[in-house]
């Protein structure tokens, strides 16, 4: 029986190279059936914000699959990205991209004969990608990054099975905890939990900057590694250079009931039109979903037809640049690829070998809500209210206390700028903009409501413009907010 996916062309390059994928999977009798939708930058230009119709996003939630090309947002519209949309809304929340040198894709390490085969796990919903970002005053934006317990379970989990499947041995968390100490200190926190489920599997963790440095010296120390959204999409295409381009960087969206398969690679506008477009990603993409569902057999095959061909020297204008060859358009190089299909590279190719099982769509009844701190106590101990000022720290500690002078339970601990503290003590280095934060906390021993805390800010509002207001609270007795720098 065949398998029902939705199938995007995508904008730019999309259609060019959709259609040779296409064209390869059929010669192969692959067993699936396709409904193409409807999305992309002509739906934006048609009035759906959304980027997609209504039949678009019933195929997809119906099948649960969807294979698209590249797609283009327009700018200057304040419309969301469609595909940072559609892996949101779908709950996708691993983001695997696999990256291996290719024989016949010159590199700097296959050059060195140093060999890369890695994954990156990214975290595909949270993080900076929540895109709730303000204005507090003309001069001060802010971005919310959003970490959570659930969604960063979820990820690490994914990775260490996913490590488990490949037969790797090892997986790394990338981070930058000693800085972001809440938000990624609680994805390393989650990272060094679930590991303790992996016996069998070797965990460590890895600044991001370290990481970034021993990628590009010796990569061949890693086999997969596991990081928040922005880290990862930044960190995973350093690894597409390392293995010859955004040309054979594949990408899967992996979600509990609907998975998004498609190229790193964007629309190419560039090259658009000129049937150029090097089909390989979005190729190596739609084989990594045959597997997900099943078709493995068909998956290896088409594999190793495209091993072969890039082995043989066949290639695209985008590498190859010392191959004897010239280059071909995406329609020549797709059959090539057809060509050889039963073909096999000289290392003797990949085997048929199920990755995934095949339930990977199921219908949920309503939206799922993850709780993980039932037993956690937790205890409202002070404020942060951000303000906008253009006062020197002294005066606005003055304004800050006056606020408190129907309060007795509170006093004011603490005024910083841009994260550094200017009041009790600072230096007077440290230079201003027009956005403060004013610290209150409970005396010792006092018992106090949300309310008074908000009572504090809005008498504060009536000397300077509140922007907003953030809540200190201790869980467990651990404080979940952190000191200024110098405090
Ligand atoms: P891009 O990936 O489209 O292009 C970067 C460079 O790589 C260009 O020089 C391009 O010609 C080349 N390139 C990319 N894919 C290629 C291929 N298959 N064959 C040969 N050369 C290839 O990145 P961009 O120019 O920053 O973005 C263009 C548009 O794509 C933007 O609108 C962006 O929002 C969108 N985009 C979409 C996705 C997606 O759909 N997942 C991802 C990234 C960017």
Wanted: aromatic content about 8%.
């Amino acid at each position: 029986m065949k398998t029902k996916i939705a199938v995007a062309k995508g904008d730019g390059i999309g259609p060019e190279i959709m259609d040779a994928v296409l064209r390869i999977f059929d010669a192969n009798d692959v067993q699936l059936e396709y409904e193409f939708v409807e999305m992309g930058k002509s739906y934006f230009d048609a009035g759906h914000s959304t980027g997609m119709t209504a039949a678009a996003k019933e195929a997809i939630e119906k099948y649960g699959i969807l294979f698209k090309g590249p797609m283009e947002t327009p700018k200057g519209k304040g419309v969301k990205s469609i595909n940072v949309t559609a892996r949101k809304v779908w709950n996708t929340y691993a983001n695997q991209r696999d990256f291996r040198t290719l024989n016949g894709v010159d590199t700097v390490f296959s050059k060195a004969g140093i060999p890369i085969n890695l994954t990156i796990v990214r975290e595909n919903i949270e993080d900076t990608y929540g895109g709730i970002e303000h204005l507090l005053t003309y001069d001060v934006a802010v971005g919310r990054r959003i970490i959570t317990r659930p969604g960063s379970e979820q990820v690490i989990r994914y990775a260490f099975e996913m490590v488990r499947r490949k037969g790797y041995k090892k997986l790394a968390c990338g981070h930058k905890a000693n800085i972001m100490k809440l938000t990624d200190g609680l994805f390393l926190e989650v990272f060094q939990q679930v590991a303790k489920e992996y016996p069998d599997i070797e965990a460590s963790d890895i600044i991001v900057d370290d990481l970034c440095m021993k990628l590009v010296s010796k990569p061949q120390s890693f086999e997969a590694i596991v990081l928040t959204n922005l880290q990862g999409d930044i960190v995973s295409d350093l690894c597409a250079g390392l293995v010859g381009g955004l040309g054979f960087a594949p990408s899967a969206n992996i979600g509990d009931n609907i998975s998004i398969f498609e190229a790193v690679h964007g629309t190419a506008p560039d090259i658009a039109g000129r049937g150029i477009a090097n089909p390989t990603a979005l190729l190596l993409s739609g084989i990594g979903m045959l597997r997900f569902l099943g078709h493995s057999a068909n998956a290896a095959s088409i594999e190793n037809a495209l091993l072969y061909t890039l082995e043989q020297g066949a290639h695209t204008g985008d590498f190859g640049a010392n191959s004897a060859s010239p280059a071909l358009g995406t329609t020549a190089f797709a059959d090539a690829i057809i060509a050889n299909i039963g073909k096999k590279p000289a290392d003797g190719g990949v085997f048929a070998s199920d990755d995934f099982t095949t339930d990977h769509h199921r219908t949920p009844i309503k939206n799922k809500l993850t709780l993980t701190g039932a037993h956690v106590v937790e205890e409202m101990i002070g404020v942060d209210v951000f303000v906008e000022s253009n006062v020197q720290p002294d005066e606005l500690a003055a304004v800050a206390k006056k606020s408190l002078r129907f309060n007795d339970n509170f006093e004011l601990v603490m005024i910083s700028n841009r994260g550094t503290q200017v009041w009790p003590t600072g230096s007077i280095y440290t230079e201003l903009v027009n956005e403060y934060r004013i610290r209150f906390e409970k005396k010792p021993g006092t018992d106090i409501k949300q309310k008074e805390i908000l009572h504090i800010a809005a008498d504060l509002s009536e000397a300077v413009k509140v922007c907003s207001v953030e809540f200190l609270m201790n869980f467990d007795g651990k404080i979940g907010y952190t000191l200024a720098q110098g405090q």
